[in-house]
C-alpha cells in the first residue's frame, strides 16, 4: 500500500537541550522559554485534533530547535527549569519522529500518527514515547494472539454478561421478532462424562430464548450412567429428546440419528462436553430475522479451561470463502437450515472428526456463500479437555487427514482442478493449490521507476532468475530518470525481447503511471509491482495468477517481507488507525498470526498495490487506480472498488517477496507532502463514507485503535451486545 513515507530525518529537532551548560540572563529569556513551550505544548494539541496542523508542526519545532541552540548560551541558571521542560518535550518528539513511518502507516495516516504521539506527549512525556518506540522498534508492536485471561475476563464483565436488566430487556425484544422458529440442538453423545453432559444440558435450558429442542443420540455408550442420566433428563423436560443407539456408528451416524429427531426449522450443532452462554439461540433467532437470505449462520467462540474458566477467544470475520478452505471457520457455532441439511444427505460416514466441516462444504455449495451469515458474538464455549482439538490442532490426526479429504471432495464437486496440502504441520491450516490454465495466460508485470537503479536492477534480476511462471512482459514506467547509468541500463534491459521501457516525464503520480501502462498491456492479467520488490519464492507469479484466474477474483496481494524478514504486507485492514493498515505488520517470519491468518490464503478488503495481479479485463472494468489519488490509498481504493463491482480480492501467504519500501522516493516529511496527504485521506473519506469501521475481514470486537495493538479487544466493540 502506498501509504508509506522515506524515512524521516531523525534528527528533525537537529540536537539535544544541554541541560548542563551554566546559563546567564534571565525574566526576558524565561518569558521566551515559557512562551515557545506554551508554543509547542499548543502545536502538539493542534496536532491531535487537526490533521492540516502537521506540516506548521514540523516547521515550527526545526524553527525552535536553532532557537534554542542561541538561548543556552544566553540565559541564566535560574531558568533551567523550563529549559529542562522543553528539551524534554523536543526530545520526545524527536524521538517520536524516528519511528513516525512505521505509525503512520499502522494507524491509517501521518495525521493520526502524529496525534497518536502528541497525546502521549502531554500525558506521559518523554518516558511514554520511549516506551511506545522501544517496543515497535523491537518487534513486538503486534499481538498476534489472544488476550491475555486476565484481559478477557475484564472485557466479559464489561461487554459480554447477560445481566438481569439485559435478560429483560431479550425477553422484551423476543416478543417483537416477526420469525421464532423452533431451532433444533443437536448432540450426539458417547460415554459422556457426567458431570459435563449434565453442565452441557443445563446450558441448552438456560437459554433466554424459549423455541427449541434438545435431540441427543447416544452412540450406544459402554458407560452405564450415560444412559441413566439421559433418560432422567429427558423425563424432567419434554423439550429434550433422546435417542439410544444399539450399535457404536461413530460421531457422524450418531449425528445423522440426532438429527432424525429434530423438527425444527434450524438446526444448531453442540458437542457433548462443550456449553452454550444463555443469549445463544436469542442471537441466532435475531439473526434469522435480520438476514431472510440467510441458510447457515456461525459465531465466534471461546474456550473452557478444566476450571470452567473462558479463554481464547476467536474473533473470527464475516464469511471468507478462500479462508473457510483453510480452516473450518464455521464451528462453532454453527447453525443450519434444517432442510438445507437434509438435502445435502446430512453427516457423512468417513469424515468423522471433521463431518461439520463436510457437512458445511456441501451445504454451501448448494446455498450459496451470500446465504452464509456471520454473527459477530461468543455464542460457543468450547471445552479444552484431553483429546479434544480445543486443546490443540494436532490432538486428532485423523480430524485432519478427514479434514483435506473433505476439502478434496469439495473441489471435485465444484469441477476445480486443484490439490490440497497441510504446510504447517504444527498447524491445523490447509494450502488449496490451484492448477494453471495450460497454455500460461500472459501477464504484464507494470513497474513504475525513476532512476534507483540499484533497486530496479534488483529486481528485474529476482524476477529473471527466480521466477518459474514464464509467459510475462515487463513493462517499465520510467518517470524521468536523468542519470546517465540507468538510461544505458533502460538500452540494455529492453534488448530483451519481452522487456519495453515506457517513458513518461509527467510529474509522479502512481497510479496514473500504472493505468499508462496498463492500456498498452498484452497480457491477460497485469501484475502491479514496485521497482523496490525482490522475489523470494519462484513459484510466487504462479500462485497469484492462479488464484486471479478464479471467477470473481478481484486483486490478488502478495506476502511482503522486510529484509530483515519482518512482515511488511500481511493484507490491509479498511479503518485500521484511519483509512487502512497493514495486517499483522512487523510479525516476525515463524510466527502464525491471529488464528493462523497471517500464513492462510483468504478473502480480505484490500491489499497492497506494491505487488498486485489482476485480470486486465477486471483492471479496465472498474477504471483502473483513482489519478487523483496520486501517492496515497490508491490501492486501497481500487480494491474498494473491485468489492463494489462484487469482486472478491484474495492474499497469500504463498507469494513471497521482499519489499525494500519506499527506498527511491525520499521524504515525505515536507509541508507541500503533508497536505497531499491530509488531502488524499478527505478524499478517501468523502468517497467511502461509512465503509472504514466494519471491514468484514476484521471483527467488530477488535481494536481499530492503534494506541492498542491490531488484533486486540476494542474496548468498547464497535457492535453493541446484543446487535
Known amino acids: 500500500m502506498n501509504t508509506k513515507f522515506g524515512e524521516h530525518q531523525q534528527d528533525v529537532v537537529s540536537q539535544d537541550v544541554s541541560q548542563d551548560e551554566p546559563l546567564s540572563h534571565g525574566a526576558e529569556d524565561m518569558r521566551h522559554l515559557q512562551g515557545?513551550?506554551?508554543l509547542l505544548e499548543k502545536l502538539l494539541d493542534d496536532a491531535l485534533h487537526?490533521?492540516?496542523?502537521?506540516?506548521?508542526?514540523?516547521?515550527?519545532?526545526?524553527k525552535l530547535e536553532v532557537e534554542n541552540a542561541a538561548l543556552i548560551n544566553s540565559t541564566s541558571w535560574r531558568v533551567t527549569a523550563p529549559l529542562r521542560s522543553l528539551a524534554r518535550v523536543v526530545k520526545a518528539v524527536r524521538l517520536a519522529f524516528s519511528t513516525i513511518s512505521r505509525q503512520a502507516e499502522v494507524r491509517g495516516g501521518l495525521g493520526s500518527a502524529l496525534g497518536y504521539y502528541a497525546s502521549t506527549i502531554r500525558r506521559e512525556g518523554l518516558p511514554g514515547v520511549v516506551a511506545r518506540v522501544r517496543r515497535l522498534k523491537s518487534g513486538r508492536g503486534f499481538a498476534d494472539g489472544p488476550p491475555r485471561d486476565e484481559v478477557y475476563h475484564e472485557w466479559i464483565g464489561l461487554y459480554d454478561t447477560v445481566t438481569p436488566t439485559r435478560k429483560l430487556e431479550i425477553e422484551a425484544d423476543i416478543g417483537r421478532l416477526t420469525r421464532?422458529?423452533?431451532?433444533?440442538?443437536?448432540?450426539?453423545?458417547?460415554?459422556?462424562?457426567?458431570?459435563?453432559?449434565?453442565?452441557?444440558?443445563?446450558?441448552?435450558?438456560?437459554?433466554?430464548?424459549?423455541?427449541?429442542?434438545?435431540?441427543?443420540?447416544?452412540?450406544?455408550?459402554?458407560?452405564?450412567?450415560?444412559?441413566?442420566?439421559?433418560?432422567?433428563?429427558?423425563?424432567?423436560?419434554?423439550?429434550?429428546?433422546?435417542?439410544?443407539?444399539?450399535?457404536?456408528?461413530?460421531?457422524?451416524?450418531?449425528?445423522?440419528?440426532?438429527?432424525?429427531?429434530?423438527?425444527?426449522?434450524y438446526v444448531a450443532l453442540l458437542d457433548h462436553d462443550d456449553l452454550l452462554p444463555p443469549h445463544a439461540l436469542y442471537m441466532v433467532a435475531r439473526y434469522i430475522n435480520q438476514h431472510p437470505q440467510g441458510r447457515m449462520f456461525y459465531s465466534d467462540e471461546d474456550k473452557l479451561t478444566t476450571e470452567g474458566k473462558r479463554t481464547?477467544?476467536?474473533?473470527?470475520?464475516?464469511?471468507?470463502?478462500?479462508?473457510?478452505?483453510?480452516?473450518?471457520?464455521?464451528?462453532?457455532?454453527?447453525?443450519?437450515?434444517?432442510?438445507?441439511?437434509?438435502?445435502?444427505?446430512?453427516?457423512?460416514?468417513?469424515f468423522e472428526g471433521s463431518q461439520d466441516y463436510d457437512l458445511a462444504l456441501r451445504c454451501v455449495e448448494l446455498a450459496g456463500d451470500d446465504s452464509v451469515i456471520h454473527i459477530p458474538h461468543v455464542l460457543y464455549h468450547w471445552r479444552i479437555v484431553p483429546g479434544s482439538t480445543a486443546g490443540s490442532g494436532s490432538e486428532k490426526p485423523y480430524a485432519?487427514?478427514?479434514?483435506?479429504?473433505?476439502?478434496?471432495?469439495h473441489l471435485k464437486r465444484a469441477n476445480i482442478s486443484a490439490t490440497v496440502e497441510h504446510p504447517i504441520e504444527t498447524l491445523g491450516v490447509l494450502r488449496v493449490r490451484y492448477t494453471l490454465p495450460s497454455p500460461q495466460p500472459k501477464v504484464s508485470i507494470i513497474i513504475p521507476t525513476r532512476d534507483g537503479l540499484d533497486l530496479l536492477k534488483q529486481c528485474l534480476d529476482s524476477i529473471f532468475a527466480r521466477t518459474l511462471y514464464q509467459n510475462f512482459e515487463i513493462i517499465i514506467v520510467d518517470n524521468g530518470s536523468v542519470k546517465p547509468e540507468t538510461l544505458r541500463y533502460f538500452d540494455e534491459v529492453s534488448q530483451r525481447p519481452n522487456v519495453r521501457v515506457l517513458r513518461d516525464e509527467s510529474p509522479f503520480n502512481f497510479s496514473a503511471l500504472n493505468n499508462h501502462a496498463a492500456r498498452v498491456a498484452t497480457g491477460e492479467f497485469l501484475c502491479l509491482l514496485n521497482n523496490d520488490i525482490e522475489v523470494i519464492s519462484p513459484d510466487w507469479l504462479n500462485e497469484m495468477v492462479s488464484l486471479a484466474n478464479l471467477p470473481r477474483a478481484g486483486a490478488v496481494g502478495a506476502c511482503l517481507w522486510y529484509p530483515t524478514d519482518a512482515l511488511q504486507h500481511g493484507g490491509v485492514v479498511l479503518g485500521l488507525g484511519g483509512i487502512a493498515g497493514h495486517m499483522h505488520h512487523m510479525m516476525k517470519r515463524g510466527h502464525y498470526g491471529y488464528f493462523g491468518r497471517a500464513v492462510a490464503t483468504q478473502n480480505l478488503s484490500a491489499v497492497t498495490a506494491a505487488c498486485l495481479v489482476v485480470r486486465k479485463s477486471v483492471y479496465d472494468e472498474v477504471g483502473g487506480l483513482e489519478e487523483e489519488l496520486a501517492v496515497a490509498f490508491n490501492d486501497v481504493d481500487f480494491c474498494m472498488k473491485l468489492l463494489k463491482a462484487g469482486y472478491r480480492n484474495i492474499w497469500t501467504p504463498y507469494a513471497e517477496l521482499y519489499h525494500h519500501e519506499s527506498a527511491t522516493r525520499g521524504s515525505d516529511h515536507d509541508p507541500v507532502k503533508y497536505e497531499r496527504f491530509v488531502s488524499e485521506i478527505r478524499r478517501m473519506e468523502a468517497r467511502w463514507e461509512g465503509w472504514f469501521e466494519r471491514d468484514p475481514a476484521y471483527n467488530p470486537n477488535l481494536s481499530l485503535n492503534c494506541e492498542v495493538l491490531p488484533f486486540t479487544l476494542a474496548s468498547p466493540p464497535r457492535i453493541g451486545q446484543f446487535e
Open 36 to 38: 515557545r513551550v506554551a
Open 50 to 62: 487537526d490533521g492540516e496542523s502537521i506540516a506548521k508542526l514540523n516547521n515550527r519545532i526545526l
Open 180 to 265: 421464532k422458529p423452533l431451532i433444533s440442538v443437536v448432540v450426539p453423545t458417547f460415554n459422556s462424562d457426567e458431570r459435563l453432559l449434565r453442565e452441557m444440558v443445563a446450558s441448552v435450558q438456560a437459554q433466554i430464548y424459549p423455541h427449541w429442542e434438545l435431540c441427543i443420540a447416544d452412540d450406544a455408550s459402554t458407560q452405564p450412567h450415560v444412559k441413566v442420566v439421559l433418560q432422567e433428563l429427558a423425563a424432567a423436560d419434554s423439550r429434550i429428546k433422546v435417542v439410544f443407539r444399539e450399535t457404536n456408528g461413530h460421531i457422524s451416524e450418531a449425528s445423522n440419528s440426532a438429527l432424525a429427531l429434530a423438527t425444527g426449522e
Open 312 to 350: 481464547t477467544p476467536y474473533f473470527k470475520c464475516d464469511w471468507n470463502p478462500q479462508m473457510f478452505l483453510t480452516q473450518n471457520m464455521f464451528s462453532h457455532l454453527g447453525v443450519f437450515e434444517t432442510k438445507l441439511v437434509r438435502e445435502a444427505g446430512g453427516f457423512m460416514k468417513g
Open 400 to 409: 485432519l487427514i478427514a479434514a483435506i479429504r473433505a476439502l478434496e471432495d
